[in-house]
T-cell receptor, first 116, second 117 residues
Framework: AQSVAQPEDQVNVAEGNPLTVKCTYS??????LFWYVQYPNRGLQFLLKYITGDNLVKGSYGFEAEFNKSQTSFHLKKPSALVSDSALYFC??????????????FGAGTRLAVHP | GAVVSQHPSRVICKSGTSVKIECRSL??????MFWYRQFPKQSLMLMAT?????????EQGVEKDKFLINHASLTLSTLTVTSAHPEDSSFYIC?????????????FGEGSRLTVL
């Protein structure tokens, strides 16, 4: 089955420290992978995507993600966390179905808390 | 670019009434829009795919007569929650796919919080 897993409900990190939010996926074919961020009572904001090419993808607000095919992972990273990065982060993969139909499958979300 | 606007952001209604939520793509034409529902502290659940000029495609378990979707133009999709009940209270989020984006990433509206009394 095509799916996305975010193993951590919450990640806590001190401001200025590096952060990692984990994501693994299962999909047929080549994966198209995405990270989104959600602030309270708001919609989702697109952070970055991986289609092909370099395994390290750079996105908005200083975030980057590393695609690892052998580990089927797409972890989100930032070298130095800010308190304002505290939010809910979703990993997503584009899944294809019969008839050419495709949709994004989202992980359960990981709440990032950055402490001063 | 790729701005999606959703309205209203909050709505409170009485049980039994119907509520309409609008989703607009402001700077691009969206042939396909998606409607999601999000419960507290949970992920997004895809409800339906809205296709301009044709019927929406509903996910399994979603009542099409309860959640009416109309995609009348390339920039507007509406979700109407009919005969709303307290269990329909939730955060509803729309999204749109920008044409010609290879990966098919979605851009989301700000969400609409529905409270049914």
């Amino acid at each position: 089955a095509q799916s996305v897993a975010q193993p951590e409900d919450q990640v806590n990190v001190a401001e200025g420290n590096p952060l990692t939010v984990k994501c693994t996926y299962s999909v047929s074919g080549n994966p198209y992978l995405f990270w989104y961020v959600q602030y309270p009572n708001r919609g989702l904001q697109f952070l970055l995507k991986y289609i092909t090419g370099d395994n390290l993808v750079k996105g908005s607000y200083g975030f980057e993600a590393e695609f690892n095919k052998s580990q089927t992972s797409f972890h989100l990273k930032k070298p130095s966390a800010l308190v304002s990065d505290s939010a809910l982060y979703f990993c997503a993969v584009r899944a294809s179905f019969s008839g050419g139909y495709n949709k994004l499958i989202f992980g359960a979300g990981t709440r990032l808390a950055v402490h001063p | 670019g790729a701005v999606v606007s959703q309205h209203p952001s909050r709505v409170i209604c009485k049980s039994g009434t119907s509520v309409k939520i609008e989703c607009r793509s402001l700077d691009f034409q969206a042939t396909t829009m998606f409607w999601y529902r999000q419960f507290p502290k949970q992920s997004l659940m895809l409800m339906a795919t809205s296709n301009e000029g044709s019927k929406a495609t509903y996910e399994q378990g979603v009542e099409k007569d309860k959640f009416l979707i109309n995609h009348a133009s390339l920039t507007l999709s509406t979700l109407t929650v009919t005969s709303a009940h307290p269990e329909d209270s939730s955060f509803y989020i729309c999204s749109a796919r920008v044409p010609d984006r290879v990966a098919g990433e979605l851009f989301f509206g700000e969400g609409s919080r529905l409270t049914v009394l």
